[in-house]
């Protein structure tokens, strides 16, 4: 790409001359300079470095999307159709608003934190960070954050506090079990693979279904998967022990029905003749596994949408009243959940 110092050189004028014409300081160059510099730019398809806008005119263009993320199992983080879909959204409506997204993704909170003060950004938007870590951010950095799934870290319900886009995932998880117990189900098994976050919130809400419907919870209904492959899959192999027993598995994502299975159908147990098995996201495969999944779905494109556009509207010095913002899911009732007899 041509320089600066290039274009002085043809134009025979100074770098500074150029910069100026660059960043609207013409005030001390001729109307005629200015033409030929701005058609000397044009000519050669000069683009401006951001850093050098972000330091000249004290501006920043740059939106940051921090991922707190858990151990992975067998996949990166943006391998998850939940996480993919949603960085595919923020990053669509983030460049069409004109402005340009850097990605951070880790485990350590410290780390996230040093990130988004490192770096002159207009706003951050924070996907699956806990209430307590989102209202840390917001006092570190001064530009609006908008959250994406904050969740409480003891599983109660998030205040009106903030800017949040998140689903009532302890009324879908409840939603859930009303309908595996109306479909006949009284043996339910809730799989997750998280005590904190989005899967604990559903598995917490399911918990109070089952109570609601008198079915016990003393006895094994919840379980947490480990991310050591030989662990988990000691964990699933406990699973064919509940073959033709008219039992179901709630899995907190689609994600994890999968996994379960493939496990289940490669080791004899078939899905769902002799147990069936539900999950929760209705990513892009649930239609498409075999069986089809019954699963809730969840927009995620419309959280995507919706954190973007209360970043903007802040951004742009609105009064933004709405402050928790839980969207709706929906049942999605396919072929994996087959009624016992």
Not at 161 to 187: R, W
Not at 272 to 287: H, K, R, T
Not at 315 to 322: D, H
Request: aromatic share 8%.
């Amino acid at each position: 790409m041509i320089t600066i110092k290039e274009i002085a050189n043809m134009m025979n004028v100074s770098p500074t001359t150029v910069a100026n014409v660059i960043h609207g300081r013409t005030s001390k160059v001729s109307k005629e300079n200015v033409e030929r510099i701005q058609q000397a730019l044009k000519e050669h398809n000069y683009v401006p470095k951001m850093g050098l806008e972000a330091l000249t005119k004290g501006k920043t263009r740059l939106i940051i999307v921090v991922i707190h993320t858990t151990k992975r199992y067998t996949q990166t983080t943006v391998g998850d159709p939940f996480y993919s879909q949603t960085i595919g959204v923020l990053e669509e409506e983030i460049r069409r608003a004109g402005y340009y997204m850097m990605l951070y993704i880790d485990r350590n909170l410290d780390n996230i934190f040093k990130t988004a003060l490192s770096w002159n950004v207009a706003g951050i938007i924070a996907v699956t960070l806990s209430k307590t870590n989102y209202e840390k951010l917001c006092s570190l950095v001064d530009c609006p954050v908008v959250g994406i799934d904050t969740f409480m870290e003891d599983t109660a319900p998030l205040p009106d506090t903030g800017y949040h886009v998140t689903l009532d995932d302890i009324g879908a998880g409840k939603q859930m079990v009303n309908y595996l117990v109306n479909t006949g189900f009284s043996n339910i098994i809730v799989i997750s693979d998280a005590k904190i976050g989005s899967s604990a919130l559903r598995a917490a809400g399911a918990k109070i279904a089952l109570k609601e419907h008198n079915i016990s919870t003393e006895k094994q209904w919840h379980m947490v998967l480990d991310t050591q492959k030989r662990r988990r899959d000691s964990q699933y192999n406990s699973l064919l022990a509940l073959s033709g027993k008219k039992y179901v598995l709630f899995c907190t994502a689609d994600q994890l029905a999968f996994e379960v299975i493939g496990y289940l159908n490669e080791h004899g147990c078939y899905v769902p003749q002799d147990i069936s098995v539900c999950g929760f996201d209705d990513n892009p495969y649930a239609e498409f596994c075999v069986p089809k999944l019954t699963t809730m779905h969840q927009d995620i494109a419309r959280k995507g949408e919706l954190a973007s556009e209360i970043l903007f509207r802040l951004l742009s010095g609105e009064n933004v009243e709405e402050k928790a913002i839980r969207l709706p899911v929906e049942l999605v009732v396919r072929k994996s959940v087959l009624p016992p007899d």
